[in-house]
């Protein structure tokens, strides 16, 4: 089933919802500072969705506007928050999503903080250290993608909220070691000793 509005088009599939729903779309002004779109209300986020469904979202940003490489689309749900970078179908950025909530398109020029915490480029670690650990933080919210590679192997990060930990293992024995992170698109090569 296609619902529709002046700048939003989303696709259900029959079996989308558990019962019959009286479809609520609301479309709002946005004053979100990065907004490239209306801000999308899509029903209640409370109702369960059966399926995955699409979301179309019309942008402001003009044919050919540089900044729409760096257009994002928000989700903000019941129970998640979150960032994909969707497909452009015209002046649509198209994505598919499985609760249903707020939805926006922004423009991400700030790319992901990675901070050390304890320790810096370059250090040597006293012998008894068990762990290293940094902050990984994005203006528009969660991380959602982390990968960190110890002298080209990837290893193993424990995550609490912005902070993710390393506790030395196997991996990583006495000696010089080169780290890799990265962190939603964006790279950082640290190196230290252990």
Known sequence: ???????AELQFDK??????????????NNKEQYAASVLVNVHRPVVPVHSRY????KTR?????PLR??????????KNKTIVKGAWDGDYMRATFDELGTVQLLIDTIAPVVELS???????????????SLSAKDNFGAITKFKAELDGNWILFEQKGHVFTYSFDENCKPGKHQLMVW???????????H
């Open 69 to 78: 490489s760096k257009t994002v689309m928000q989700f903000a749900g019941f």
């Open 15 to 28: 079996n989308a919802f558990y019962d019959t729903v009286l479809f609520l779309l609301k479309e709002k």
């Open 54 to 57: 699409s979301v179309k979202i």
């Open 118 to 132: 304890g320790w810096k480029d370059g250090t040597t670690l006293p012998a008894d250290t068990k762990s290293i």
């Open 61 to 65: 940003l003009k044919t050919g506007d």
């Open 183 to 193: 962190v939603d698109r964006k790279s950082t090569r640290l190196n230290s000793s």
């Open 1 to 7: 089933d296609l619902v529709k509005s002046e700048y």
